[in-house]
């Protein structure tokens, strides 16, 4: 099964400021997609943003932008301009281009926004 | 309606009780899935519906069985649960199985066993 490496539990940021988040992902195949969820307190998971490995550009949604770095296997995640509703937990999913029935999800990064 | 909806939002019960949690989307989405998360972890998948069909089963206790009854609606039957079990059920829905966009997540079930 495909892993997937969050390694840093705890981040933090002053608002206003940027912030990155890191993955890191082992997989054999060549044809997948990368994905970062949000989970406030409020408990829902919602999506971020997402990244497909054929496509070379990286992806951003507005505040957030990724910096997918296939031939390292990374897939980091800025947040600009942190504004206190980016306090949430993050993670990073991966889901198989061929066998696309599950994700597998890091262990997560708590951000903290700091006023 | 880009929503999945889950039902209770909280739920406590004995070991001895028999529940249901339920979940619910009107996007058309034909693959639905249970997560079981504990705190401060990772979603763990538990079972996936692909068109109405259960199409994956992690290894879940016989206690947890799942039933799809219609494209939009995705049950959790609970029955003789353990302590251990206590954790936030999350349901999701994609438009295929095989379509490899995003899931779409509901709030959550927050169970809690005595």
């Known amino acids: 099964a495909q892993t997937v490496t969050q390694s840093q539990p705890e981040m933090s940021v002053q608002e206003a400021e940027t912030v990155t988040l890191s993955c890191t992902y082992d997989?054999?195949?060549?044809?997948?997609?990368l994905f970062w969820y949000k989970q406030p307190p409020s408990r829902q998971m919602i999506l971020v943003i997402r990244q497909e490995a054929y496509k070379q550009q990286n992806a951003t949604e507005n505040r957030f932008s990724v910096n997918f770095q296939k031939a390292a296997k990374s897939f980091s995640l800025k947040i600009s301009d942190s504004q206190l509703g980016d306090a949430a937990m993050y993670f990073c999913a991966y889901r198989s281009a061929n066998t696309g029935n599950q994700f597998y999800f890091g262990t997560g990064t708590s951000l903290t926004v700091i006023p | 309606d880009t929503e999945v909806t889950q039902t209770p939002k909280h739920l406590v019960m004995g070991m001895t009780n028999k529940k249901s949690l339920k979940c619910e989307q009107h996007m058309g989405h034909r693959a639905m899935y249970w997560y079981k998360q504990k705190a401060k972890k990772p979603p763990e998948l538990m079972f996936v519906y692909s068109y109405e069909k259960l199409s994956i089963n992690e290894s879940v206790p016989s206690r947890f069985s799942p039933e799809c009854p219609n494209s939009s609606l995705l049950n959790l039957h609970l029955h003789a649960l353990q302590p251990e079990d206590s954790a936030l059920y999350l349901c999701?829905?994609?438009?295929?199985?095989?379509?490899?966009?995003?899931?779409?997540f509901g709030q959550g079930t927050r169970l809690t066993v005595v």
């Open positions: 997989t054999s195949e060549s044809d997948y997609y």
């Open positions: 999701a829905s994609s438009p295929r199985v095989d379509l490899n966009t995003e899931a779409f």
